[in-house]
Nanobody, 124 residues
Framework: QVQLVESGGGLVEAGGSLRLSCASSRPLPVTDAMGWFRQAPGKGREFIAG???????DYRDSVKGRFTISANAAENTVYLSMNDLKPDDTADYYC??????????????????WGQGTHVTVSA
C-alpha cells in the first residue's frame, strides 16, 4: 500500500513562494500518476497539477506559469513549487496517487491514495 506524507505548507505574503513536498512510501513508478489538489475554506476540492511517468503534465489554468510539479524518483518524492502566490491560493493542499493505469486526462484520473494535507496561507 502506498502512503503519502505532505510537508512544506505555511504562511507566506502575496508574491512569495513555497515548495510543497509529498513523500511516498513506495517507488513512484508503482503509481500511474501523482497529483496535487487543494481545498479552500467553504469550497470543493480542485485539481491543481499532475504528472505521470510518460512525461505528461497538466495544470489548472489559474496556476499555470506559477506552479510547477516535479519529482525526484531517487527520493520517492513529488514536489509542488509555487511562485507568485496570491491570497486566493490559500487552502489545504493534498497530494494523491492514482494506482489505476489510465489514458484519461490527469485531472480526471481516479486518485486512490491521499495524503493528510498541508495548509498554505497567503496574506495580502
Amino acid at each position: 500500500q502506498v502512503q503519502l506524507v505532505e510537508s512544506g505548507g505555511g504562511l507566506v505574503e502575496a508574491g512569495g513562494s513555497l515548495r510543497l513536498s509529498c513523500a511516498s512510501s513506495r517507488p513512484l513508478p508503482v503509481t500511474d500518476a501523482m497529483g496535487w489538489f487543494r481545498q479552500a475554506p467553504g469550497k470543493g476540492r480542485e485539481f491543481i497539477a499532475g504528472r505521470d511517468w510518460s512525461g505528461n503534465m497538466d495544470y489548472r489554468d489559474s496556476v499555470k506559469g506559477r506552479f510547477t510539479i516535479s519529482a525526484n524518483a531517487a527520493e520517492n518524492t513529488v514536489y509542488l513549487s509555487m511562485n507568485d502566490l496570491k491570497p486566493d491560493d490559500t487552502a489545504d493542499y493534498y497530494c494523491a496517487a492514482s494506482l489505476v493505469f489510465s489514458s484519461l486526462r490527469l485531472a480526471e484520473r481516479p486518485y486512490n491514495i491521499w495524503g493528510q494535507g498541508t495548509h498554505v496561507t497567503v496574506s495580502a
